[in-house]
């Protein structure tokens, strides 16, 4: 791998929890190099895909005898190229992100996230690309295959901060113009702007034929308010102040976030688009090696 054991994000201790996983595309997906996944694009490889008619010059060896002994009929045996997969990891920048109640702040966490998903996308030989947003593209990493590519994506990484202003839907319908190769898109967010709009941007990637991935992401004080007092609360992203009573407002803050998750996780799943309720009391790499297993286990 790159020389990347000095940056902030990359965390080799940590990725043996999940040495032993691969993350695999579910669907099919293009791709030109040997790998794991399924093309749509036929060769000659190992998975058998179909028949099709016998052209003169078409190689011997995939020509089937014993439907010609049969039936008289030439056919050449086509196969499903295994191959590499492209996978975009998009990453939410916004001020919200800075949120922290202790420790690592859902930024910092889904920088990690991003660093061990690259990872993994580089050691099983896929391209990785990262897009960091917050009412635009902040900044942008093209997808490469090579070790060396994961040091750049590790420098965009520990380069920015998370500010301003969420504006995530009309960047994503943007990122997903550019992307014309469909492949895996992996959104890494607290998903805080209008859930409609955001699912709406969302469903452009499925369209698209992408495969999609979205990590949900919550401090535990967001998920617990364990508040009390008169507290003042700042907007991170307007930097608006507001003192509020807890006790007053927990129980209705409560059943909103739970409406909140509640209806990312139906209209995601409408959609076939993998959503992941993240915790970030959870040592990231213990939850992506859980989701791992699940998501192999699920596919067999």
């Known amino acids: 791998m790159a020389k990347a054991s000095g940056t902030k994000y990359y965390d080799p201790q940590a990725y043996s929890r999940f040495a032993n996983l691969n993350l695999v595309a ?38 089937d005898w014993k439907v010609f002994a049969r039936n ?19 990453l939410d920048a916004s001020g919200s992100m800075a949120y922290a109640s202790k420790g690592m702040s859902k930024f910092d966490y889904g920088c990690f996230l991003a660093a061990a998903l690259s990872y993994l996308m580089v050691r099983q030989r896929d391209s990785v690309g990262l897009v960091l947003f917050d009412d635009a593209v902040r900044e942008r990493v ?22 301003g202003r969420t504006g995530m839907a009309g960047t994503l319908h943007a990122v997903a113009n550019t992307i014309k190769r469909r492949g895996l898109i992996v959104l890494i967010s607290d998903l805080y702007d209008d859930t409609d709009a955001v699912m709406k941007a969302l469903r452009h990637f499925r369209h698209d034929k992408h495969e999609m991935i979205v990590f949900n992401l919550f401090d535990p004080a967001e998920l617990e308010f364990p508040f009390d007092g008169l507290v003042s609360f700042r907007d991170l992203e307007t930097g608006e102040r507001m003192q509020v009573m807890p006790r007053a407002i927990r129980e209705a803050y409560l059943k909103q976030v739970e409406d909140f998750t509640a209806k ?21 790499e213990f939850m992506l090696a859980a989701y791992l297993s699940r998501r192999t286990l699920a596919a067999r």
């Open 264 to 284: 990312l996780k139906r209209e995601c799943s409408a959609s076939r688009i993998d959503y992941q309720f993240v915790n970030t009391s959870m040592p990231y």
């Open 142 to 163: 093209l997808p490469r295959s090579s070790p060396a590519h994961l040091k750049r994506i590790l420098d965009a990484l520990q380069s920015s901060k998370p500010s």
């Open 26 to 63: 579910r669907s099919v997906v293009e791709g030109y190099i040997s790998g794991l996944h399924r093309s749509p694009l036929h060769g000659y490889s190992i998975e058998f895909a179909e028949y099709r008619e016998y052209v003169p010059g078409d190689d011997l060896k995939h020509f």
């Open 72 to 90: 008289d009929k030439r056919y050449v045996k086509q196969y499903q190229e295994e191959t590499n997969l492209v996978c975009n990891i998009l």
